[in-house]
């Protein structure tokens, strides 16, 4: 029986900060960041939004892109490392603005930037075991980065739902299989009750992002017996421009197989909705029978890799909510003050 | 705000849940549990607007509440919705950007907090409808 996506909505704040700008205020070269980082600008939350917020706007999408009752929902599981709440769930504020309250299973997942993709996971389990009809996963966050840290140049705001389900003429893109590669690696962590995460520097890169998504990556080929030539697309988790190209290259995808997906220069790292954000690009311009293969990264660290292959069924509904192109459009740009007081680096009370 | 208090009003306050009465066609929001009209001859049932709208009056804060204070300068407007009702909301915009008569849309966005440890108000503000 096949399992896999029956709707996607995203969700993307309308600011937007420049590199020059952050630069600017740290005595940076700006120059060397965006063409180091391969990211231009990042998404900046309003004053009034948190992950829950964005949650909640990518899950309407997603619910109105498909038209479905949001009553056959039978799990909601918001992926965050942002999530407002310490304790609480998230979770439960997108079930009940979506209208998939109450008879659900709910729970928040963190796992740095690949909560979401485990939240897919989860949902492709429950649905499978026909434990539920229709699972929605969630990758939201509003990343923090301390001021003047590297982070701060990337950290950004956003989110995708993706409703599971299993039912053939529900779906408009089928999930073949997915694959997971985890380890106990400290690359990146933040403590509790602390506002901004910390990281080893250059150790996230080798001993984290690269070794699990190759892991991942190599691991649901070898057991699909697929190449990176069998799909028309690929998505990596997109931490910076610099990162999904070279892990792209490595495995044997080539440019032009990632650029749609390749949000990052003009969104910034959204966290649990990168490699998911990528993945929703992919699908507004995918063909049906296009073959899609993603992996995403959380710290910490592990990777999520998926083969997907789009049906005939995405060009009834992609048109129905806004793209990621869209959401990208016509940004308002802010400076780095108006960026200190939406994050709320401005105490003002 | 105490927790019960928002929380008796957080499905009308999410997802824009109003009440309308079947007898006279009237809506309502916030959601009454009698016509004024028809009185005990109305038949009140739920209603969820689709919260499109447009701007009957506004203004710009720039000296605001406590708990607000972050979010200067903001609009207040009132809007009435398609279906009739009116209702007072913040408008995201730019104050320069609103304008009376301006078509709105619902988005989800916090409303408040009863402080750093208290809980968090989320609900339905407005924003420029430009499809």
């Given at each position: 029986m096949s399992v896999g996506i029956i709707s996607y909505g995203a969700y993307v704040p309308k600011y937007r900060i420049k590199i020059e700008d952050i630069a600017r205020v740290w005595g940076d070269d700006a120059d060397i960041l965006k063409s180091g980082l391969m990211v231009n600008e990042k998404a900046v939350p309003d004053v009034d939004e948190d992950a829950a917020t964005i949650a909640v706007e990518a899950a309407r999408a997603a619910v109105s892109r498909s038209g479905i009752d949001a009553q056959r929902i039978g799990a909601v599981y918001t992926g965050s490392e942002s999530h407002p709440y310490a304790v609480k769930p998230t979770s439960t504020i997108v079930a009940e603005a979506t209208g998939t309250t109450p008879v659900l299973t709910a729970a928040d997942f963190e796992f740095a930037c690949k909560a979401g993709t485990a939240a897919v996971q989860a949902c492709m389990g429950l649905v499978s075991s026909g434990m539920i009809d229709l699972g929605m996963a969630i990758g939201a966050d509003v990343s923090q980065g301390a001021?003047?840290?590297?982070?701060?140049?990337t950290a950004a705001a956003g989110g995708v739902a993706y409703i599971i389900g299993n039912k053939e003429s529900e779906l408009v893109a089928v999930i073949e299989d997915t694959y997971s590669f985890t380890t106990d690696t400290p690359d990146f962590w933040r403590r509790e009750g602390m506002p901004y995460p910390e990281h080893g520097g250059r150790f996230t890169g080798e001993p984290g992002y690269?070794?699990?998504?190759?892991?991942?990556?190599?691991?649901?080929?070898?057991?699909?017996?697929?190449k990176p030539e069998d799909y028309d697309y690929a998505v990596f988790h997109q931490p910076n421009g610099k990162f999904p190209?070279?892990?792209?290259?490595k495995l044997g995808f080539s440019r032009e197989q990632i650029e749609p997906g390749l949000v990052v220069p003009r969104l910034g790292n959204t966290y649990s909705g990168s490699c998911m954000m990528g993945i929703a690009a992919t699908l507004d311009q995918a063909k049906p029978g296009d073959r899609i293969f993603a992996t995403a990264f959380g710290s910490g660290a592990g990777g999520d890799a998926f083969s997907i292959t789009v049906t005939d069924r995405i060009e009834e509904i992609r048109n129905n909510a806004a793209t990621v192109e869209e959401l990208l459009a016509n940004p308002i740009y802010i400076d780095y003050a108006r960026y200190a007081k939406h994050k709320g680096k401005i105490k003002v009370a | 705000m105490s927790v019960p208090r928002f929380w008796r009003k957080q499905i009308?306050?999410?997802?824009?849940?109003?009440?309308?009465?079947?007898?006279?066609?009237?809506?309502?929001?916030?959601?009454?549990?009698?016509?004024?009209g028809c009185r005990r001859e109305g038949e009140i049932e739920d209603f969820k607007f689709t919260g499109k709208g447009e701007v009957i009056t506004f203004t710009v804060i720039h000296t605001a509440a406590e708990g607000f204070e972050n979010q200067t300068p903001y609009v207040l407007g009132i809007i009435k919705l398609n279906e009739g009702p009116s209702l007072t909301s913040q408008i995201i915009c730019e104050p320069e950007e609103v304008k009376i008569g301006m078509k709105v849309k619902p988005v989800f966005r916090k409303l408040g907090q009863a402080g750093e440890r208290g809980m968090i108000y989320y609900g339905t503000k407005f924003v420029p409808d430009l499809c």
């Open positions: 001021p003047g840290d590297a982070l701060e140049y690269f070794k699990h998504v190759t892991g991942a990556a190599k691991g649901l080929m070898d057991k699909l017996g697929t190209v070279r892990v792209s290259k | 009308a306050r999410y997802n824009l849940v109003g009440t309308r009465c079947k007898k006279c066609n009237e809506y309502f929001y916030p959601p009454r549990n009698m016509c004024p």
